[in-house]
């Protein structure tokens, strides 16, 4: 019982093209999240939202457009794909915005080519 | 504008020894701090929190942590490593009076030799 999924694991795909990863908790919660992993390790938010609001919007190309349709799911699509987004993006979520433990789904581990 | 970082890029340590990981961070209000461990291929983990009340915090798998508010350094330690510690270990804050963002440190790489 996994409390947050992603799909796909893996995505390989060419510049140009749009592609979509979903995400899904099973925890109850209300506050997801979207993060960037570089090959660097440094992980850095993307979006948030709590209920179905945007909380949390950071600097961020508007190729990258989050969607949820209700706040057990937090997809993220990505429009006119750059070798530079190249990460791996994990989708967490988390009780309530702000102080509350956050949980992380596996990543999805994007490679553009 | 809140802050984390992690000095050391990798830490290592023998295993049976003590193991120290640190953390200093910048807020403007009252802290609240996390760590979270990473192991290869593999989403973020939670191991302790700070919010509030008793400076040493104790988390999973026999981790704790010290808040210190004169140095605000929030240093992960364990008294004796286990090969099975190797990992990354992420640092964060979230600065209590503004905002929802969570700000991770750039991830500190412990290995823990046999």
């Known amino acids: 019982d996994t409390a947050v999924s992603q799909t796909p694991k893996y995505l390989v795909t060419q510049m140009g093209n749009d592609k979509s990863i979903k995400c899904e908790q099973n925890l109850g919660h209300d506050t997801m999240y979207w993060y960037k992993q570089d090959s660097k390790k440094f992980l850095k938010i993307m979006f948030s939202y709590n209920n179905k609001e945007l909380i949390i919007n950071e600097t961020v190309p508007n190729r990258f457009s989050p969607k949820s349709p209700d706040k057990a799911h937090l997809n993220l699509h990505i429009n006119s794909l750059e070798l530079g987004d190249s990460a791996v993006y994990f989708c967490a979520s988390s009780q309530a915005a702000g102080a509350d433990t956050q949980y992380f789904g596996p990543g999805t581990r994007l490679t553009v080519l | ?114």
Do not use: M
């Open chain 2, 1 to 114: 504008a809140q802050s984390v970082a992690q000095p050391e890029d990798q830490v290592n340590v023998a295993e049976g020894n003590p193991l120290t990981v640190k953390c200093t961070y910048s807020v403007s209000g009252n802290p609240y701090l996390f760590w979270y461990v990473q192991y290869p291929n593999r989403g973020l983990q939670f191991l302790l929190k700070y919010i509030t009340g008793d400076n040493l915090v104790k988390g999973s798998y026999g981790f704790e942590a010290e808040f210190n508010k004169s140095q605000t350094s929030f240093h992960l330690k364990k008294p004796s490593a286990l090969v099975s510690d190797s990992a990354l270990y992420f640092c964060a804050v979230r600065d209590v009076s503004g905002g929802f963002k969570t700000i991770f440190g750039a991830g500190t790489r412990l290995f823990v030799k046999a």
